[in-house]
C-alpha cells in the first residue's frame, strides 16, 4: 500500500508541477523545489546519483562541486560535465575544488571505476574542462550556502575535503544549510577500497571527515557502506540490466560506463545491482522511502593502526553528546528502483 501511494504521488508530480508553472496557485504549489548542490567526486555511482537528481522535477541542482576521490579532481570535473552532457544539462554550474584531502593523501578507485572514473568508456565527443567555472568549488560552496540561507540541501557523495575547507573558511557554513546528506562511513567496521575497517570516501580523508562530523549545525543524515551492500536496499541484477537497456540516452550513457562491471563474473555472482551513491540521493530525495533510521552521535578514528578513517558509532550513548547524525538503515527498494529507472528515461 505505501509503496502504491507512493508511486501515486510520484506520476501525479509532472502535471503538478505543469498547472503550478501555469497557474501558480497555492493548489498545485504546495511544495517548494528542493535547491540542492552536489559535492562530488564523480565515478560511475556518482554519475548516476546525479542523472537522479535531475530526473526530478521538484528538484533544482543548482550547481556541482568536484573533488578528489575515485579520480583526480581534474578527471572527476571532466566526467561531471560528461554526465551532464548526457542529460542535455550542460547549463548547471560545474566548479573544480580540492585535489588532496587536508593532509595532502590521495586515494584512487581505478580498479572498480576505471583509470578515468566512469568505466574507462571515453567518449570523443566530451565536453572540455574548461566549461568548468573559474570559481573554486570551496568558494562556491560558502556562497551558495550564504546566497540561499536555510533553503540549500547539500549531498556529498565523495571525500569531504571541500566541506572542511568551507567549514574552516566560514564558521557558519553548516548552519546556513537546510540539510546535509553524506553517503560515506561505515557502522558495522567494515572496509572497502584498500582499508580493513574504513569506508573509501572516509578513507580518502579522514581529517576531512571528522572536521564535518564535529561542525554539524543543520539536520544530517548519512548512508554507510554496509547498507549500500544489504541485498533487501537494492533491484536485482536482471532488473538493473532492464534499465540500462532501455532506449534512451542516459540509459545508453550508463550501460556504457558500467559496461566493464557488468562483463564480469562477480557482477553477476553478487545477485543484486550496488549504487552506493544513487542509494543516498535516493534518500535525500525522498524521505518517505526510508523504512528504519536512528539517530546517533558519530565521530571517525584517526590514530588506529587498522581503524584509520572508520566512522565509530556511539549507539549506548556513552559519549552524552547530542545525536549529529541520522543513520540511515534501510529503505524502500522498489521506491528506489523506480527513482533510479526515472533517472534513465
Not at 505543469?18 to 552536489?38: D, E, H, P, S
Not at 549504487?275 to 546517533?296: F, G, Q, T, Y
Request: aromatic share 6%.
Amino acid at each position: 500500500m505505501i509503496v502504491l501511494a507512493w508511486m501515486l504521488a510520484r506520476a501525479l508530480t509532472p502535471i503538478r508541477s505543469f498547472l503550478c508553472r501555469i497557474t501558480g496557485t497555492a493548489t498545485f504549489c504546495q511544495k517548494k523545489r528542493m535547491k540542492l548542490l552536489i559535492d562530488t567526486d564523480s565515478g560511475i555511482d556518482d554519475a548516476e546519483a546525479i542523472l537522479m537528481a535531475l530526473a526530478q522535477p521538484d528538484v533544482e541542482v543548482v550547481g556541482i562541486t568536484c573533488v578528489h576521490g575515485n579520480t583526480n579532481v581534474h578527471q572527476v570535473t571532466k566526467n561531471v560535465l560528461r554526465t551532464l552532457q548526457a542529460a542535455d544539462r550542460l547549463d548547471i554550474p560545474v566548479f573544480r575544488g580540492a585535489e588532496a584531502s587536508l593532509i595532502g593523501e590521495k586515494v584512487h578507485a581505478s580498479a572498480y571505476h576505471g583509470d578515468d572514473g566512469l568505466g574507462d568508456a571515453p567518449d570523443p565527443n566530451a565536453p572540455l574542462e574548461s566549461l568548468a567555472k573559474s570559481e573554486h568549488a570551496v568558494q562556491a560552496l560558502i556562497r551558495y550556502a550564504n546566497e540561499m540561507k536555510g533553503e540549500l540541501t547539500l549531498i556529498a557523495i565523495g571525500p569531504l575535503t571541500n566541506l572542511a575547507l568551507a567549514i574552516r573558511l566560514d564558521q557558519n557554513f553548516t548552519s546556513n544549510l537546510k540539510h546535509i546528506m553524506i553517503m560515506g562511513g561505515n557502522i558495522e567496521g567494515r572496509g572497502n577500497g584498500e582499508s580493513l575497517s574504513a569506508e573509501f570516501n572516509f578513507q580518502g580523508d579522514p581529517e576531512g571527515a571528522l572536521a564535518v562530523f564535529n561542525d554539524i549545525k543543520c539536520p544530517a543524515s548519512i548512508v554507510t557502506w554496509e547498507v549500500c551492500c544489504q541485498p533487501y536496499n537494492n533491484p536485482s541484477v536482471d532488473k538493473f540490466l532492464e534499465m540500462v537497456n532501455m532506449p534512451t540516452k542516459k540509459a545508453h550513457f550508463v550501460k556504457r560506463i558500467r559496461q566493464k562491471q557488468i562483463d564480469e563474473e562477480r557482477f553477476q555472482r553478487l545477485g543484486f545491482f550496488r549504487s552506493c551513491d544513487a542509494l543516498a540521493m535516493a534518500a535525500l530525495l525522498r524521505p518517505d522511502i526510508v523504512e528504519k533510521s536512528e539517530k546517533h552521535y558519530a565521530t571517525v578514528e584517526l590514530n588506529g593502526s587498522w581503524t584509520r578513517g572508520q566512522m565509530v558509532v556511539d549507539w549506548e550513548g556513552l559519549l552524552k553528546k547530542e545525536p549529529n547524525l541520522n543513520i540511515i538503515m534501510r529503505v524502500n527498494k522498489n521506491a528506489f528502483v523506480e527513482l533510479f529507472e526515472s533517472a534513465l528515461r
